[in-house]
């Protein structure tokens, strides 16, 4: 029996001893079999043509406004055009009663009420005739074609000198206006090719020019005002348009030959430094970071430029945010 015990003790200890061996040999290999891989995802560098384009916010506007004064004080006797109102150089918009006129009638016709024998009756008649034939009016007339946008008067009201009456704006003239960032300034030129999409157009871009650019800048935006000349596309589009609509507009400044294109989620930006990278991985599927120049950028893709890269070249598009050199990655689908 205590043979057997011994026996028993020996086999136990041989047993614990290959047990603790082979948990310290999964640790002695551990350290390198266990080393953590980050999944990420990739593309390749591809080599192609990308138009440099300039953005910025806008609206729809007229070279050609006319607002309409009324030369003289008095009253507003008819009221002709409404807001929508299509009108024509000459068109009679509304007409002015002279506060004189007005004056000398409503003075005769008080006279005519106040009367009591006929004698007052008559001469107050004659008064009110008088007054009445001597009446002075203005017209205020359209000296352009368009549409009345605006009406500040009703039929019935007095109104001042220089009181303005309405505004016609001639639609022939629309055009699109944008704030363009100072800092593209340099890139832009007047006969450049524009996309412009309006907020109230959903997916349907007009085309356009550049055909002006202001002189001044907006000292508190640090934007210059570029004028955009619409071309000629679909009419029924261009008759629903209006002024003061918001829209993007997408400015061709040049064309890259042949530039190094990647998506733009590859792209990394530093904003302390202002400076850009992306992350390419060795053959052994460790991390490499490369500083990189942008040359042009789209919505998707952007234009880089650094002398180790190559067409075909691997990136990463996703998992590489602070993604240190030399972690060794799992590229996955």
Known sequence: MKNLLVTWTVAIAVIAGGCGKKA?????????????????????????????????????????????????????????????????????????????????????????????????????????????????????????????????????????????LFTVIDLSTLMFVADVPARDLPSLAPGQRCSILLQAFSGKSLLAEVEAINPQSDVMNQTVKVRMKLLQGDPAKRRLLKTDMIGDVTITTGVLKGAL????????RNDESNSYTIVTFTPDSLSVSLPVEVRGMTDSTVAIGNHSLKEGMNVITEGHYALADSTRISVVQ
Request: glycine share 8%; net charge negative.
């Open 24 to 164: 310290g040999s999964d640790e002695e290999g551990g350290g390198e079999s266990a080393k953590a891989t980050v999944a990420v995802k990739s593309t390749s560098v591809r080599r192609g043509d990308m138009e440099i384009t300039v953005h910025a916010t806008g609206k729809v506007d007229a070279l050609r406004k006319q607002k309409l004064f009324s030369p003289v004080a008095g009253r507003v006797t008819s009221l002709i055009a409404l807001e929508g109102a299509s009108v024509q150089p000459g068109d009679v918009l509304a007409t002015v009663q002279t506060k004189e006129s007005q004056a000398a009638i409503v003075g005769a016709e008080s006279l005519l009420r106040s009367a009591k024998t006929d004698d007052q009756k008559a001469e107050a008649q004659r008064a009110l005739e008088i007054a009445k034939s001597s009446e002075n009016s203005v017209a205020i007339r359209s000296s352009v074609s368009g549409i009345v946008s605006t009406r500040s008067i009703s039929e019935g009201e007095l109104v001042a000198e220089n009181a303005e």
């Open 261 to 268: 294109i990647v998506p733009k989620s590859a792209l990394l």
